[in-house]
């Protein structure tokens, strides 16, 4: 056998053992299969099972509807958690996947949710918006002005 044929050998029978190679496999962990190059927006476990990350959330989706972006949601996170996020994609026309393969975690700092495009986008920012907090009202008094 030629060492062409040797290596398509070497090849086929890793890939029947061990199944086919995978392309940065420690970044798909991280993206509940996704690649960081695709995300629009990420969203942790701890800040999903914050209640007014929700909010947050349907103020920043629409500008992803009627685009290319889909929504990935971490699928080990309870429905209670989860419910209200596929009910705003769902609301907006937004296709999502629930992901409960090894690369959906369930520590504090794991993916939770993701927006994705189907090609890269290379966006820097991809955690979700701050909150904007009310502005405080300034009293006014008379001897303030002196």
Do not use: W
Not at 2 to 28: C, Q, V
Not at 106 to 132: H, S
């Amino acid at each position: 056998m030629s060492d062409k044929n040797t290596n398509e050998l070497d090849d086929h029978m890793t890939n029947a053992i061990f199944g086919p190679r995978k392309t940065n496999p420690d970044e798909r962990r991280k993206f509940l299969g996704s690649l960081r190059e695709r995300v629009a927006l990420r969203i942790s476990n701890v800040q999903l099972r914050d209640a007014h990350t929700v909010l947050r959330f349907k103020a920043v989706i629409a500008e992803y509807k009627d685009k290319d972006y889909s929504v990935l949601i971490n699928g080990h996170v309870g429905t209670g958690t989860t419910g209200p996020f596929v009910k705003v994609c769902a609301q907006n026309d937004i296709p999502f996947t629930l992901v409960s393969d090894e690369s959906a975690q369930l520590d504090d700092d794991a993916t939770g949710l993701l927006v994705v495009a189907k090609q890269a986008i290379f966006k820097d920012n991809i955690d979700l918006p701050a909150e904007a907090k009310p502005a405080e009202k300034k009293k006014h008094h008379l001897f303030g002005l002196f």
